[in-house]
């Protein structure tokens, strides 16, 4: 692949995005900042986690990260010098209050008060997440999002970070993929706290959806910031037109999708997702009352997207094929694996090109992913929150990262985002995943996802050829047409 070309062409070679398009990037708080100790901050699951052996990568941590906490001002010259727009961070809960309740450290929430500030003065637009799965451990040695206590502690959270940031902030999200907080922190197990009840993950998937809907709430009285939930939405294929396939997929789809986004949007989970996981769990967890706060309304919906899955219905075969495998292997993405929460079906590989993660780089799924909401829960404002791709770049002779492979991603992604907007979905937005490579969770620093490389040794910062073609798309609110 060759690097796309940045010359200006006619407006006509270009696909143009909406006037109020919000172009910007992402990170998290426990990926980037380091500073694990610092001024306060107490451990939060994943610190806990990284310590069991074979959970993350080469052992690796986020202790110091990209360093983010202590370069802050060279990350926030960064983004102003890319053009960004916007950029969407998350807050450490561990920082602001470390012990998961009680006093708020204020020498953790004045880091994030510099961060905006510094947004604000270089004319960047901070979208500000409460929550991107870095919980106290404090409050994980109570049983963590399994605690229904631990609603009323995100709430309290919530309002103390609102209270100092909501005057400047103008949209906060209160989860980020709370699908991963709840099945693969809880169920799989490969993300901390390293559970593997179902029954907990779908306790815990309730609470992180009453734990959103009180927050939106009580955010109402504190900050007129507009409020989201973000969503990392599977968009599913059945492996074939077999009944059981298709099944598989609509089964998938509950445990994975609607049980977020039907309480959320409609107050309602669906019937069929409580009959069929009745062996797991009675659903005693689900109070009278609890639907109606969670439905609290929201002002837009952020959709992560990254890849499709192909969902087939569990069979001996599959079994026997995923047995002996580490469910968390990139190495293993070659074959079957059980989907999580659920054995009922198993994600199949898909063939074509993949990313760096082996995931499939499928873009028209993004456009029916966005027109499917747009279809299934009509009225809804989204904003791409997260998308992107990890590649093997590397840093040649010039010192540049020549990464050609991230540009066709992110340019076919944003050509699938304008699809969806010209047939009709409400796309306010796209923020790339993500600004810096940084720490992939249980895969370490083993993946790249950054549009500017860092390098772990000195803690540089080198921009690679993505982010200079992605400045350019943010300054002509447009991309070109494709084969263009
Ligand atoms: O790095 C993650 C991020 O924390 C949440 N969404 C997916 C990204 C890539 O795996």
């Known amino acids: 692949m060759t690097e796309q070309p940045m010359t200006e062409q006619p407006m006509t070679d270009r696909l143009s995005f909406p006037r109020n398009f919000v172009w910007g990037s992402a990170t998290a708080a426990y990926q980037i900042e380091g500073a694990a100790h610092t001024d306060g901050r107490l451990p939060s699951i994943w610190d806990v986690f990284c310590q069991v052996p074979g959970k993350v990568r080469n052992g690796d941590t986020g202790e110091v990260a990209c360093d983010h906490y202590h370069r802050m001002t060279e990350d926030l010259d960064l983004m102003a010098a890319l053009g960004l727009p916007s950029y969407r961070f998350s807050v450490s809960w561990p920082r602001v209050i470390p012990g998961g309740s009680g006093p708020v450290n204020h020498a953790g929430l004045d880091f994030y008060q510099r961060l905006v500030d510094g947004l604000l003065e270089r004319g960047i637009t901070p979208l500000l997440t409460l929550y991107h799965w870095d919980l106290p451990q404090a409050l994980q040695v109570r049983g963590g999002w399994t605690n229904r206590d631990t ?29 991963c907080s ?54 599913l294929y059945p492996a074939s037109d077999s009944e059981a396939d298709l099944a598989a997929a609509e089964h998938v789809d509950r445990i994975a999708n609607r049980i977020f986004l039907d309480p959320i ?25 609890d639907l109606a706060e969670i439905a609290a309304p929201i002002d837009s919906l952020g959709v992560n997207f990254y890849n499709p899955t192909t969902i087939a219905a569990a069979t001996e075969q599959l079994r026997g094929q995923l047995a002996g495998r580490w469910q968390n292997d990139p190495e293993g993405t070659g074959g079957p694996s059980q989907w999580p929460g659920t054995d009922l079906a198993y994600a199949i590989p898909m063939p074509g090109p993949h990313t760096g993660m082996g995931w499939p780089i499928v873009p028209e799924a993004l456009t029916e992913l966005l027109l499917r909401v747009h279809r299934d829960y009509p009225g809804v404002a989204m904003v791409v929150t997260e998308n992107g791709a990890a ?47 940084n720490f992939e969770w249980a895969w370490g620093y083993s993946k790249r996802f950054g549009i500017v490389y860092v390098d772990y040794d000195s803690l540089a910062r080198i921009p690679k050829a993505s982010a200079r073609w992605y400045a350019d798309a943010i300054r002509q609110n447009s991309i070109p047409a494709l084969g263009s």
């Open 151 to 179: 609603v009323d502690r995100f709430v309290e959270y919530a309002v103390a970070v609102a209270a100092a940031l909501g005057d400047r902030v103008p949209g906060f999200t209160t989860l980020n993929e709370p699908f």
């Open 182 to 235: 709840a099945f693969l922190g809880y169920a799989s197990g490969v993300h901390a706290p390293g559970e593997t009840d179902r029954h907990a993950a779908l306790t815990a998937a309730h609470h992180l959806n009453l734990a959103h809907g009180r927050a939106v709430s009580a955010l109402r009285s504190v900050t007129a910031a507009e409020l989201s939930i973000t969503l990392n939405l599977a968009h």
């Open 265 to 289: 949007l409609r107050g309602s989970y669906p019937q069929e997702l409580l009959t069929e996981t009745k062996h797991l769990s009675d659903w005693a967890f689900l109070a009278d009352g």
């Open 391 to 437: 590649f093997d770049d590397v840093v040649t002779a010039d010192g540049q990262v020549h990464d050609a492979d991230r540009v066709d991603y992110v340019h076919r992604h944003l050509a699938a985002v304008h699809a969806a907007i010209q047939a009709g979905a409400d796309v306010r937005g796209y923020y790339l995943w993500s600004l810096l490579d």
